[in-house]
Structures are given as structure tokens and as C-alpha cells.
């Protein structure tokens, strides 16, 4: 099944934009769209960069000697099975989803039978049971893609796409100043020092890995999607062999148009205007210490006459 199994994963350091083009794809008639962030990994992740990332975030990790079930349980997904079993404390609990993680379970299960485990097909197998599920998903009846997201996963990208030979990852970035401006606005948000350390990295392993995969790894712009999100993100479409859809003008979740993005992320309205204006709300010395700390990629990465 692996070889047959088409995926697109999206990564994105926090407040880069992932969500959002998580969305933007959503509608599209030949994908099947995971419904929140895929947090497939598992707390057996252990790995230099475990101290810097949630092992939630990571390429998955299982044991040797575990059962399917087992496999099933150790996937954090925390949004998914948040909203699936305990609704009344998920952020999505105003959108309806008619969804049994326990009914998942069993077709995963079942998958897993025919197939036998691996970390790819355990992955493809979780996708496939999440969508034969889910039963008030909107379906054209073309889908032959299955998309995730997950935030810093594609640090990851080298074992993604060794494990699972038709998948691609598509790394998203966003300036360094906007993106650390939005995630001051959370309750207990990272240092500048921490933030960007995480932005660095993130940046770093996208560009390794696409010179690695230049094929099958994708690197865009959040500031170049959100000014003709159908024009950039039908460019990524055409290279997977699907069309550019006219559903990639609008953020969607399960086909229906999304007024804000939130909560799905901390960036509410998808604009060049809303994203300079967020760089704009930082303090001087600040705006400072992000340039000195994201050199050089700035350049590489055409942000430096951003601000």
C-alpha cells in the first residue's frame, strides 16, 4: 500500500503560516484534508532536537515489539482525539464532526492486518482509517492525496519521505517578525533567543532537504501565498499532478469558508496588509536582536528589506 499512498505534509515553524495554507488546501476536490494539526508523533521520538521541539510534532517513533494497537494509541493527536472524544473542552467544539476515534481504531486495525506495521504504512493506514471515519466529511469522489499538517515536522522531511515514497513536504515560512510577533500574543509564549533558535533550525533542515528532495520538497513563502493563494499554491498543486483548484482562494475547513482563521492558528485574517502590521507592533530593539539572530537566512530567503 505505501508505494500507492499519495501525501502531502505540511510543516511550518509556529506562527509561519502552516495553518493557514492548511486551509487554503482544505476545499480542494483531489485531497483528502486532515481536519486539525496530524500530530503523529509519539513519546518514543528522542533525538537532539527533543528538547527544542514537542515530540507531538515529530515524525512518529514506534516499538518494535508493539501491537497495532498499541501503534494506534502511542499517536498523540491530541486535536483530533481531543475533539473526537471530549468535545466540550476542544477549541472546535462549534464545528460539527461526526467522528469515533474508537471506530478509527478498529479500521486501523484492520489496515494494518492486510498490510503488516512499518512507520510508513502505520502513518498511511491512520490517514486512511481518519477519513473512512469520519462520516459527515464532504467528498468530491476524486481525492487521491491525503494532507497533514503538523508544525516543525519537516526537520523530519528526510525520514518522511524515505518512509513513504509518493509523499512531499511543503515547508512554510514567514518573516521572522511578524511570525515572532504573533506568538508573543500566546499565554506562555517562547523567549526571542528560544523562537528563534526554533526559526533557524526550521529554516536550515527546509533548505538541506530540499536541495536533498528538490523534487519532493517544497519550500513557499507565507507572504507570497496569502497575496494570490490560488496562483502559488496551484504552482505546488500542478507539480503533485493535481489541479489548481479555484477552492485555493479561500481558508476552508471540511469545504465550508472560514471568515478567520482562528483557532485553527494565531492568524486570523490571512493578508499582506494584516502581516506587516504584525511585524509592525514590535519595539525597536526587538526588530533588532530578530535580524542579528535570523542572519543569513533572511537573505536567502528574501526577507532582507522586509522591515
Not at 57 to 66: E, G, H, M, T
Not at 280 to 301: F, H, M, V
Request: proline letters at 6%.
Amino acid at each position: 500500500m505505501v508505494k500507492d499512498f499519495h501525501f502531502l505534509m505540511i510543516s511550518a515553524m509556529y506562527e509561519n503560516g502552516g495553518n493557514t495554507t492548511h486551509r487554503f488546501l482544505d476545499g480542494h476536490p483531489q485531497m483528502h484534508v486532515y481536519p486539525f494539526e496530524s500530530q503523529l508523533g509519539t513519546r518514543l521520538v528522542q533525538d537532539s532536537l527533543t528538547t527544542l521541539f514537542p515530540v507531538k510534532y515529530r515524525w512518529p517513533v514506534f516499538a518494535l515489539d508493539a501491537t497495532p494497537y498499541d501503534d494506534y494509541k502511542m499517536i498523540i493527536d491530541e486535536e483530533g482525539k481531543v475533539r473526537a472524544r471530549t468535545p466540550h473542552v476542544s477549541k472546535f467544539r462549534h464545528m460539527p464532526f461526526d467522528f469515533s476515534d474508537e471506530e478509527r481504531l478498529k479500521i486501523y486495525q484492520g489496515l494494518i492486518k492486510r498490510t503488516g506495521r512499518s512507520r510508513g504504512r502505520n502513518v498511511e493506514a491512520f490517514f486512511r482509517a481518519t477519513f473512512e471515519a469520519w462520516k459527515d466529511c464532504k467528498r468530491s469522489g476524486r481525492e487521491s492525496f491525503y494532507v497533514g499538517y503538523s508544525p516543525v515536522v519537516g526537520v523530519d522531511g528526510d525520514k518522511i519521505l524515505n518512509d513513504l515514497p509518493k509523499a512531499h513536504v511543503l515547508h512554510v515560512v514567514r518573516n521572522p517578525w511578524s511570525a515572532y510577533a504573533d506568538t508573543r500574543k500566546r499565554p506562555v509564549p517562547l523567549s526571542l533567543k528560544d523562537y528563534l533558535l526554533g526559526w533557524v533550525l526550521s529554516q536550515y533542515h527546509a533548505l538541506l532537504f530540499r536541495e536533498m528532495f528538490p523534487k519532493r520538497f517544497h519550500i513557499l513563502r507565507f507572504e507570497d501565498i496569502v497575496v494570490n493563494p490560488k496562483k502559488v499554491l496551484g504552482g505546488l498543486c500542478r507539480k503533485l499532478g493535481l489541479e489548481a483548484s479555484a477552492t485555493l482562494s479561500n481558508p476552508t475547513w471540511n469545504g465550508s469558508e472560514l471568515q478567520e482563521i482562528y483557532p485553527w492558528g494565531t492568524i486570523r485574517r490571512a493578508s499582506t496588509e494584516a502581516n506587516r502590521a504584525t511585524a509592525g507592533e514590535l519595539p525597536r530593539d526587538e526588530i533588532a536582536e530578530i535580524r542579528r539572530r535570523a542572519n543569513p537566512y533572511l537573505k536567502i530567503l528574501g526577507y532582507a528589506d522586509f522591515l
